[in-house]
């Protein structure tokens, strides 16, 4: 089972392995937290696209297609994560927004 979840929520018991998937590092947020088993940097989106979608809701869908593109054309994160995925998981964002951020599409993804 694969769910998602912001960084700045506490750990629960029942999380399982716990990944962050930005790009940058969540701010205020310790480098050595022992709540995250890795951190998925090549799985994040690339800086032009996440500065395009701003995380504006209407560019929301124009975000989700061109990322999961750019998810189907880099092996390299499709490996880690396929590696990663096994069992229950947490994939951990920084966003604010619940609905609209690169851990959803990658949720969509990813299943």
Do not use: C
Not at 8 to 22: I, K, W
Not at 44 to 69: A, C, I
Request: aromatic share 10%; net charge positive.
């Amino acid at each position: 089972m694969i769910r998602i979840k912001r960084a700045y929520d506490a750990p629960e018991p029942s999380d399982g392995e716990r990944y962050l998937v930005d790009r940058l590092w969540p701010r205020g947020v310790r480098k050595k937290t022992p709540n995250i088993a890795a951190w998925l940097k090549e799985a994040g989106s690339l800086d032009e696209l996440r500065k395009l979608f701003g995380h504006v809701p209407q560019r929301y869908p124009e975000f989700r297609r061109r990322y999961r593109r750019e998810l189907r054309g880099n092996p390299a994160a499709q490996n880690r994560l396929e590696a990663t995925s096994r069992g229950d998981i947490i994939l951990v964002y920084s966003a604010k927004g619940k609905e609209h951020n690169q851990a959803v599409v990658l949720k969509e993804f990813l299943e």
